[in-house]
């Protein structure tokens, strides 16, 4: 039998896309992309020392596959997203475990300013989901500790100053809401001043820590940036080119509606708003207030691979029903 899928896997093109994994039941175990298809599936027939020990219980398991090809890298990323969802199988762990996803809600209980870790999105001041929900517990201590917003937390009752002086309410719900819209990084230079501070005054303990802190929110922003661009830059293009070809997809808040393959003479015809026209939907999309936990791995996927590949241009666009 895996002599056969051998064989198979050698007459598969040298083309990006996409192949199934299954069992003798016919049931799909994994879902992979590949940017050279008879290379990548093809690897799982020659014995390899590297190969996991995921990897080999799921070659005793393989009876059969199946490939989907596609035009770009990018097209079998964000299908493999697809399909790890719909099937969720048993050998793919990311994007197959988005019900864990957690959102982070600044709210006002009883007078006071409180950080929830929630499942479901409210209405107001809720942002996320996040995929990192181990982080977003350690995100929320340190805020906490910042704001003094849990004065019952051991570090607070042991490190912080005594004569530090309370931020008014009004100015904590702005920073936060701020720096989780992009729009300030004023917890990172709070941070950034107490770590100055304790070190001018020989407590290199507390420093450390700030400093540790400090790092860790900078990171955390930075990794989940793209998420909160992408439900605030409406529409966008982007250009992607292989071979002699353009492929040009149209992005609304950070899912891609449509797309078009052109010449590369032909498409420097138009202008990205022209291009734009010419496979925008009859109908406005719905605009998202809140990503669905399943979304979240979509944005990631694209606008990672964006970030990653010099060669793609991202062009923002104005409202295309408006004109």
């Not at 992009?182 to 407590?203: H, T, V, W």
């Not at 439900?231 to 070809?245: A, E, I, R, T």
């Not at 149209?250 to 708003?273: C, E, H, N």
């Not at 925008?280 to 399943?294: A, C, Q, S, W, Y």
């Amino acid at each position: 039998m895996k002599k056969n899928l051998k064989e198979q896997a050698k007459k598969l093109p040298l083309s990006p896309g996409v192949y199934l994994m299954r069992d003798l039941h016919g049931s799909i175990i994994y879902v992979g992309k590949a940017k050279k298809l008879r290379e990548r599936v093809s690897s799982y027939f020659i014995k390899n020392k590297s190969h996991s020990r995921k990897t080999l219980r799921l070659i005793q398991q393989l009876a059969d596959f199946d490939i989907i090809e596609v035009d770009t890298e990018l097209d079998a990323l964000l299908l493999e997203c697809q399909l790890i969802q719909t099937y969720r199988p048993i050998y793919n762990r990311q994007m197959n475990a988005f019900e864990k996803y957690r959102y982070i809600e600044i709210a006002s209980e009883n007078g006071e300013i409180k950080l929830n870790i929630i499942t479901t999105p409210k209405n107001q001041n809720c942002f996320g989901p996040f995929s990192t929900n181990r982080r977003l517990a350690e995100l929320k201590r340190i805020l906490e500790e910042l704001y003094n917003l849990n004065p019952q937390n051991y570090w607070q009752q042991n490190f912080t100053s005594e004569q530090q002086k309370p931020v008014a309410q009004n100015i904590i719900t702005t920073e936060l809401l701020n720096a989780f819209n992009f729009k300030g990084q004023q917890p990172q230079k709070r941070l950034e001043e107490k770590m100055i501070s304790a070190s001018d005054n020989y407590s290199f303990e507390k420093a450390l820590k700030f400093r540790e802190d400090w790092q860790f929110i900078t990171r955390f922003f930075k990794q989940n940036q793209k998420l909160v661009l992408a439900s605030q830059n409406d529409w966008q293009l982007l250009v992607l080119p292989f071979g002699k070809k353009i492929k040009y997809y149209l992005i609304y808040q950070g899912r891609v509606l449509s797309s078009r393959i052109l010449t590369k003479q032909t498409f420097a015809k138009y202008t990205p708003d022209e291009l734009a026209n010419k496979i925008l939907p009859k109908e406005r999309p719905e605009r998202i207030t809140h990503f669905t936990k399943e979304q979240v791995d979509f944005i990631n996927i694209l606008y990672g691979y964006i970030n990653q590949h010099k060669e793609c241009h991202v062009f923002d666009l104005t409202d295309l029903f408006t004109k």
